[in-house]
């Protein structure tokens, strides 16, 4: 037997404010009849695609050391630099530059959201077809 991802759970300081920060970088929604409102200990926010979850989950401890899971995102609409220089824009911080790990550009770009969990941009599909 099997088991299968219900959704991946992101510990945090403000549940509201970081999944208000991740909806747009996503492109997720709330929960249909589940709206996060400030103050909420937990704030779910979905995939309308997919329907995949990420859940915001308040916790008492701050992050201490370097994330042993994160998302890998593939930008959508933009090149990963347009991408990397939104997401700088919209409150990230960039932790790592390894666009040059093979010296030929395809490499990736690791950030980190308001509360310092990494994560990194790769290049889009149109990128990858080049």
């Not at 994330?67 to 911080?93: I, K, Q, S, Y």
């Not at 550009?105 to 990194?120: M, Q, R, Y």
Request: hydrophobic residues 35%.
């Amino acid at each position: 037997m099997t088991s299968y991802l219900s959704h991946t759970t992101v510990d945090c300081a403000n549940a509201y404010e970081l999944s208000e920060w991740w909806k747009p970088v996503l492109g997720y929604v709330d929960i249909d009849g589940d709206p996060n409102l400030p103050g909420h200990e937990e704030c779910m926010v979905r995939d309308p695609a997919s329907g995949h979850q990420v859940l915001f989950i308040e916790v008492p401890d701050a992050k201490a050391v370097k994330n042993r899971l994160h998302f890998d995102l593939r930008p959508r609409e933009r090149t990963r630099d347009e991408e990397v220089a939104w997401l700088l824009e919209h409150g990230a911080t960039q932790v790592a530059d390894h666009r040059e790990i093979r010296n030929d550009g395809t490499g990736w770009v690791t950030l980190a959201d308001p509360e310092g969990n990494e994560f990194c941009i790769l290049r889009s599909d149109a990128e990858r077809g080049e």
